[in-house]
């Protein structure tokens, strides 16, 4: 295996130190009945902390909205109930001595990947009331309406530095909310939410970074979740070239956002192969912003989620590759998923150069809190 020092070199993420540059990635659970985290969680999450993990970002948890989550099992990250239970999480993180943020979310118009029907009273949100394919199945969100989910993420910030939290994650990928204000596609709304380019679409985003920032210390960390492709079709990008990229992410960074997590079904997929064979997303993002990028994506396992969720398992593979692209700085941090839901010590293992001992990817792993 390549030389580890550097994934075992601590990172400052604005007022935060990681000890090391691993993430666990955010993975929705569904083991929170009523929206609730219990002691199970908390344990769950424990665990990664106590085996090393430089900073825990939680699964999605719902903003304020009574729209924002599509199945009563996921979190929610408000209501005095809902709160005692994420600073017990808070609180046992810490004291294995472990970093936690959790992943503030709006599913949007997006439908549960788990259920058939929407298990919630609420109706669904979107900029423009249509669905994944385009279909007109609802009502626009009203300006009030964004102006309200706009304070519902800046709150849940609020209360999660209140917690005790060491920073917020913001789900601007996969086809959720933020996202959908982002898409051509599902965005045509003639206000200022809306518009012709990428930069005018993403007005919503810069709102809820901004009402963010005004909210929480200046060194509270930040982190903004992005994707380019859409589900089901990896090809499609928000942002077409590297410059489109520039100018996207540089807006989005002088909003509030301290780093990007650039999401992709695997980290090796160059971003824009006919610029660059190579270069990942969160590379890209390095070069041309400078801001904090962390990778992701099948780190550490030989194929991708997608293959996963069609119920197929995952070999562990080799690191090398994925450290020889830290070392030369494409990217600053490492998100890792499916082999930290199967082994907690995925971690502790790597660096004890125990390697034969990690666990394979089973797809069981989805439905247990290990």
């Not at 808070?90 to 058939?116: F, M, Y």
């Not at 626009?140 to 309200?148: F, G, I, L, N, Q």
């Not at 041309?288 to 069609?310: C, E, K, P, R, W």
């Not at 593979?317 to 450290?323: K, V």
């Amino acid at each position: 295996m390549a030389d580890l020092d550097i994934l075992f070199s601590p990172y400052h993420l604005n007022g935060l130190t990681v000890p090391n540059r691993v993430i666990m990635a955010p993975m929705t659970r569904s083991f929170s009945p009523g929206g609730i985290p219990g002691a199970d969680v908390a344990a769950y999450y424990r665990r990664r902390a106590e085996h090393g993990v430089g900073l825990i970002t939680t699964e999605g948890t719902g903003v304020g909205r009574p729209a924002a989550l599509d199945d009563p099992d996921v979190p929610r990250f408000y209501g005095e109930a809902v709160l005692a239970g994420w600073k017990k999480v808070v609180d046992d993180v810490h004291a294995a001595g472990g970093r936690i943020a959790p992943q503030l979310w709006h599913v949007g118009q997006k439908r549960s990947n788990t259920r058939v029907e929407r298990s919630l009273s609420a109706r669904y949100e979107s900029p423009s009331g249509l669905s994944m394919t385009g279909e007109r199945v609802g009502q626009p969100m009203s300006e009030s309406d964004v102006a309200d989910t706009v304070g519902a993420f800046a709150q849940a910030a609020a209360d999660a530095q209140r917690l005790g939290f060491d920073g917020v994650e913001l789900h601007g990928g996969h086809n959720y909310l933020i996202n959908q204000f982002f898409s051509e596609d599902l965005n045509q709304r003639s206000d200022q939410y809306g518009g012709k380019t990428l930069l005018d679409r993403s007005r919503f985003a810069v709102e809820i970074l901004k009402a963010i920032r005004s909210v929480v210390a200046p060194g509270f960390p930040v982190i903004l979740r992005l994707s380019q492709w859409k589900p089901k079709d990896f090809r499609a990008r928000l942002a077409g070239t590297p410059q489109a990229l520039e100018a996207w992410l540089g807006l989005l960074a002088d909003a509030g956002a301290d780093a990007f997590h650039l999401s992709q079904p695997a980290y090796w997929q160059p971003a824009f192969p006919e610029v660059d064979p190579h270069l990942n997303l969160a590379g890209w993002t390095k070069k041309v912003t400078g801001v904090t990028a962390i990778t992701v994506g099948s780190v550490g396992l030989g194929s991708d989620v997608y293959d996963s969720f069609a119920g197929n398992g995952a070999r562990t593979a080799s690191l090398d590759d994925l450290l020889t692209r830290l070392a030369r700085g494409e990217f600053d941090l490492v998100a890792v998923g499916r082999a930290l839901l199967q082994d907690p010590a995925w971690l502790e293992k790597i660096r004890q150069g125990r390697v034969d001992d990690i666990e394979d990817f089973s797809p069981t792993a989805f439905s247990t809190l290990r």
